[in-house]
């Protein structure tokens, strides 16, 4: 019913910058909350980064001061501006979001994820 597809992954020196989109397609009457998950080599998925469809944010305290996330509701795009790059920044990244599935005049809940994005940081 709805796709979402993660890109602008890729390898970087630390230090270096990468953003990453996230783009959400079919049959979405809205998207509430939003968010950056990544998962590194033998480690658990974690939370990077939240986006409510006001705008409000959330981020790890690993990434605070380092990563914004952004979102263009009109589009259906949320985006990952990561700076200051680090080698324990280096997973696959996941865009995650709570859609509003359907149309006026039938619509539900559900949550979908993204097939994820690699990003590695070389020190």
């Known amino acids: 019913q709805v796709q979402l597809v993660e890109s602008g992954g890729g390898l970087v020196q630390a230090g270096g910058s990468l953003r990453l989109s996230c783009a959400a397609s079919?049959?979405?009457?809205?998207?509430?909350?939003m968010g950056w998950y990544r998962q590194a080599p033998g480690k658990q998925r974690e939370l990077v980064a939240t986006i409510t469809n006001g705008g409000s944010t959330n981020y790890a305290d690993s990434v605070k001061g380092r990563f914004t996330i952004s979102r263009d509701n009109a589009k259906n795009m949320m985006y990952l501006q990561m700076n200051s790059l680090k080698p324990e920044d280096t997973a696959v990244y996941y865009c995650n979001a709570a859609v509003v599935v359907g149309d006026i005049l039938y619509r539900y809940d559900d949550d979908y994820w993204g097939q994820g994005t690699q990003v590695t940081v070389s020190s």
């Open positions: 079919g049959r979405i009457f809205s998207i509430n909350d």
